[in-house]
């Protein structure tokens, strides 16, 4: 079994910048695609940006060049850095992987969440 663990969420003024945190843990050979999504309220969640186990990266259109995903291989670990930060980015972040397990099985986990708020 696999967890992953956000941190990192909170409350920030429009313009300003946080970053969240997701650490995989258990039974992991490798994490493979890692990345992050968004559900603000009524709205389905939507794709925030991946990075895979090579370095390749993927974005939302909306959202190149003010939030940056990366990652830590040897700590199991996905960031998101998020700046000049919006009202509208306001919504619940969730964090997303797909780890193959020491079984040799691939499968993919989700975070439970953590919620950025930013004022106007």
């Known amino acids: 079994q696999v967890q992953l663990v956000e941190s990192g969420g909170g409350l920030v003024q429009a313009g300003g910048s946080l970053r969240l945190s997701c650490a995989a843990s258990?039974?992991?050979?490798?994490?493979?695609?890692m990345g992050w999504y968004r559900q603000a309220p009524g709205k389905q969640r939507e794709l925030v940006a991946i990075i895979i186990s090579s370095g390749n990266t993927n974005y939302a259109d909306s959202l190149k060049g003010r939030f940056t995903i990366s990652r830590d291989n040897a700590k199991n670990t996905v960031y998101l850095q998020m700046n000049s930060l919006k009202p509208e980015d306001t919504a619940v972040y969730y964090c997303?992987?797909?780890?193959?397990?020491?079984?040799?099985?691939?499968?993919?986990?989700w975070g439970q969440g953590t919620q950025v708020t930013v004022s106007s």
């Open positions: 258990g039974s992991i050979f490798r994490p493979n695609a």
């Open positions: 997303n992987a797909d780890i193959t397990q020491m079984n040799g099985y691939s499968r993919e986990y």
